[in-house]
């Protein structure tokens, strides 16, 4: 029997060295004129068997116990609300899960938790739900990961779902990691392509990694339900049809699933927030170009006349110009925006990464030589004092029509 | 007050460039350093500790390298480092990592606190963190900006987590673990003296025989997630740069702009 791992088929290693620049980690040397893999550094990625033209590289992944797994049906979306106010990132998600489910033929069911939410129900139904499973009670009034989390894997275990989505943001990502543990299955976060392999019957999930540098794609073969968190804006959410109809299933809490090892105290809305940064279909973001904290108030005009959310660079914020919460980038919130503008910003690697998967990039920055010209869609190279005041104008003057 | 910091080495993201011509990424020379969230764990740590006293252990899984993180924690001010490292770990995915951190924080006995940083830069998953909680079916606080109590007396502690459009309170009883961001507090240097302990301390090294742990629980074996293919994404399209007369490049911009605006 082959060892588990990773091995270089000697034999068929022509020492082409594509492999070594495929290798994510640096793990591969030449030696001898064959690739040489350095267990230490490996991550066992694939990476190298891919660009191998020579089939030399194997991967010897490890042989499971195939279950049964045909008892799993059904794609699940966990539905996210806050004061009863439904997360559009479940409304695109409910659409994406309607072609997931046309694919399997199955079924759409919307995970709905909260304290008197059933008269939004039918709401879930016309974007796209064929179900609801409700679970209505005071007690569910505030989210916490581990009383949401009981009762989902509950739920999980009772429904036996196929696919279960989520959207990549603070709720999401704090509670399914604590799902999939629980019932262990595989879990793919913040997730930008989601498609089924039908002869397989499997959900390929694509995701990006290394701030978007790299694409993975990654499949839960054997466990379910096969886990997702994706990411605000990128699935398309359906035109509300109220003729659609569908099943509301209203589930008891058993109180036996209530966690009170951590207790909602108050939550304080930011007023600073007019568009919630991750929720945006526009960006606008200052940084050290502005020179001073009261000429953010350039960068605000322009989001309002925009209807956008405000953004900042690290340097801004650590200036002290505007809260971290506005920051994007590395160290901050990573966004993904119809239209980022970037003014005044220069475009490090690292706030890069944080806004690179933006659909259009706007720059504008006095510096023809600045980073973010290299990945924007459009740019003005000039000074910013001039050129926002005349595009707030602008945009003003064509408002009407 | 017992508190685990839980790091990661990671890439140093601002060296990685992407090779024009093969589209691949250069790693070349790629110096590696503690994750930028995890920094501020470290600190927060070190503060609870000068406020509370007790001990502070950093942990990390990762080869052999993942050495020099631990040490430049204990030049930071961490008491104890504990390397975990094994052959058998290569290709854990988040499940498997969780696992064996977790039974890390099993072994050492009567820890009160847990500290992550929010995500890894690398990766930027989210759910190691939660997963360690739930294996070790402890409470849990993402996303904390702010410790405003801890009473050990009760074994309870209150955080300020950040949301996306605000920021919530939230009380939960130790032994818990949370994850931080950038604005909990802002990092010291490595102090001099730090830096000869760090150089000097033994870092005990533990594999799955001293976690307890079996072949098929951690590795690509213990990971329900598989990662089938990687590539690079598409470059994006070069763009149109206009940089004349400020009217004219604004008139030109907005035109663009209008149309992505429908």
Redesign the interface.
């Known amino acids: 029997m082959r060892k588990?791992?990773i091995e270089v088929v000697k034999e068929k290693c022509v020492g082409c060295t594509l492999c070594i620049?495929?290798?994510?980690?640096?793990a591969i040397v030449l030696k001898d004129k064959v690739a040489v893999i350095d267990?230490?550094?490996?991550?066992?990625?694939?990476?190298c068997k891919?660009v191998c033209k020579f089939g030399a590289i194997i991967i010897c992944?490890?042989q499971?116990v195939k279950q049964d797994l045909s008892q799993y049906t059904d794609v699940w979306v966990f539905v996210e609300q806050e004061e009863n106010r439904i997360a559009s990132v479940s409304f695109e998600l409910l659409g994406k899960a309607r072609t997931l489910a046309e694919d399997l033929n199955a079924k759409v069911v919307a995970v709905f938790l909260g304290c008197n939410i059933k008269n939004k129900a039918k709401q879930l139904i016309d974007k796209g739900a064929d179900r609801v499973i409700i679970v209505d009670n005071k007690k569910l009034a505030h989210f916490?990961?581990?009383t949401y989390?009981n009762v989902i894997s509950h739920l999980i275990h009772k429904y036996k779902p196929e696919i279960f989505l989520a959207g990549a943001?603070?709720?999401g990502?704090?509670l399914v990691?604590?799902i999939?543990?629980?019932i262990?299955?595989?879990?793919?976060?913040?997730c930008t392509g989601l498609d089924i392999d039908k002869e397989n019957r499997l959900l390929?999930q694509t995701r990006?990694?290394?701030?978007?540098?790299?694409?993975?794609?990654?499949?839960?073969?054997?466990?379910r339900p096969q886990m997702a968190t994706v990411r605000h804006k990128v699935m398309k959410e359906l035109p509300a049809d109220s003729a659609r109809k569908g099943e509301i299933i209203e589930e008891p809490l058993n109180e036996e699933l209530m966690?009170t090892?951590?207790?909602?105290?108050?939550?304080?809305?930011?007023e600073a927030?007019k568009v919630?940064?991750?929720?945006a279909d526009i960006i606008v973001s200052g940084g050290r170009g502005l020179g001073a904290p009261e000429n953010f108030k350039l960068v605000r005009e322009l989001a309002e006349v925009?209807g956008a959310a405000v953004g900042a660079s690290r340097a801004a914020v650590d200036s002290g110009w505007i809260p971290?919460?506005h920051?994007v980038g590395?160290?901050?919130r990573?966004v993904a925006p119809?239209?980022y503008i970037a003014c005044g910003i220069s475009g490090?690697?690292?706030h890069l990464?944080g806004m690179?998967s933006s659909k259009?990039?706007?720059a504008i920055n006095k510096d023809?030589d600045a980073p973010i010209?290299k990945?924007?869609?459009?740019?003005?190279?000039?000074?910013l004092f001039?050129?926002i005041p005349?595009?707030i104008k602008?945009?003003k003057e064509?408002k009407g029509s | 007050m017992n508190i685990v910091v839980c790091i990661k080495q990671v890439?140093e993201?601002?060296e990685?460039k992407?090779?024009p011509e093969?589209n691949?990424?250069i790693?070349?020379g790629?110096s590696s350093i503690i994750n930028?969230?995890d920094m501020y764990a470290i600190e927060e740590a070190v503060r609870l500790k000068e406020k509370y006293t007790g001990t502070t252990t950093v942990i990390t899984m990762g080869?052999?390298?993942a050495d020099s993180a631990l040490r430049e924690a204990l030049s930071l001010g961490i008491d104890e480092a504990i390397h975990l490292s094994d052959?058998a770990f290569?290709?854990s995915?988040?499940?498997a990592t969780?696992l064996v951190l977790a039974k890390a924080i099993e072994r050492l006995k009567n820890v009160d606190l847990v500290i992550c940083g929010k995500q890894a830069?690398?990766?930027?998953?989210?759910?190691?963190?939660?997963?360690i909680?739930?294996?070790l079916n402890?409470?849990?606080?993402?996303?904390v900006?702010k410790i405003d109590k801890i009473d050990l007396d009760n074994k309870k502690a209150?955080f300020e987590?950040?949301?996306?459009?605000?920021?919530?309170?939230?009380?939960?009883?130790l032994p818990?673990l949370i994850t931080v961001?950038?604005?909990i507090n802002v990092p010291r240097m490595p102090s001099l003296r730090g830096k000869m302990k760090a150089k000097k301390q033994s870092i005990p090294v533990w594999g799955k025989g001293e976690l307890g742990l079996k072949d098929?629980e951690v590795?690509?074996?213990g990971?329900?997630?598989?990662?089938?293919?990687?590539?690079?994404?598409p470059p994006?399209?070069s763009?149109?740069?206009?940089?004349g007369e400020?009217?004219e490049?604004?008139?030109k911009?907005?035109g663009?702009?209008?149309k992505?605006?429908l």
């Open positions: 588990k791992g620049k495929a290798c994510p980690f640096s267990l230490d550094k490996c991550t066992l990625c694939g990476a891919e992944k490890p499971v916490t990961a581990e989390g943001t603070t709720m990502r704090s990691s604590r999939a543990v629980r262990k299955t595989g879990l793919t976060a913040d390929v990006p990694a290394f701030g978007g540098n790299i694409m993975a794609q990654i499949i839960t073969p054997s466990y966690d090892r951590s207790r909602f105290i108050d939550f304080i809305k930011e927030y919630n940064l991750s929720d925009l971290y919460s920051q590395q160290t901050g990573t119809k239209i490090q690697i690292q990464v690179q259009i990039i706007i023809p010209f990945i924007a869609n459009y740019g003005i190279v000039g000074d001039k050129v005349m595009l602008k945009i064509n | 890439p993201t601002t990685v992407i090779n093969t691949t990424l790693r070349e790629v930028p969230f080869p052999p390298q052959r290569a290709g995915d988040t499940w969780s830069s690398d990766g930027d998953t989210a759910q190691v963190g939660p997963g909680a739930t294996h402890w409470p849990q606080a993402t996303y900006r209150i987590r950040l949301l996306e459009d605000g920021y919530e309170v939230l009380e939960v009883d818990c961001v950038k604005e098929e590795g690509l074996e990971s329900p997630t598989q990662v089938v293919k990687i590539f690079t994404p994006r399209e763009g149109m740069i206009f940089d400020a009217h490049a604004v008139d911009l907005f663009e702009l209008r992505h605006l």
